[in-house]
Nanobody
Framework: QVQLVESGGGLVQPGGSLRLSCAAS????????MGWYRQAPGKERELVAR?????????AESVKGRFTISISSDNAKNGVYLQMNSLKPEDTAVYYC?????????WGQGTQVTVSS
């Protein structure tokens, strides 16, 4: 069973930055892709950023130029990260880490990001 544990969420003012982390319980190279999704109150869960392991990166249009996804295979930092800059109130949501291995999708428990003055 894969475990994904997110951290790094919190309250930040508009224009601020946060870095989300997602620690995976097995090597990132066992996955086809890893990414971040978010769900705002009353809205459907949406893709924020996704990286194919050893391949391409894709971003939602609303975060292009502001968010950066990265991965690490270091033992202590095995996982996926999301650097979020120039945050806007509309970025407020619960952010979920996701990994794909074959036909299986795995999800973390989510971390709350609130952008407010």
């Amino acid at each position: 069973q894969v475990q994904l544990v997110e951290s790094g969420g919190g309250l930040v003012q508009p224009g601020g930055s946060l870095r989300l982390s997602c620690a995976a319980s097995r090597s990132i190279f066992s996955f086809n892709a890893m990414g971040w999704y978010r769900q705002a109150p009353g809205k459907e869960r949406e893709l924020v950023a996704r990286k194919v392991i050893g391949g391409t990166i894709s971003y939602a249009e609303s975060v292009k130029g502001r968010f950066t996804i990265s991965i690490s295979s270091d033992n202590a930092k095995n996982g996926v990260y999301l650097q979020m800059n120039s945050l806007k109130p509309e970025d407020t949501a619960v952010y979920y880490c996701m990994s794909t291995a074959g036909a299986m999708n795995y999800w973390g428990q989510g971390t709350q990001v609130t952008v407010s003055s």
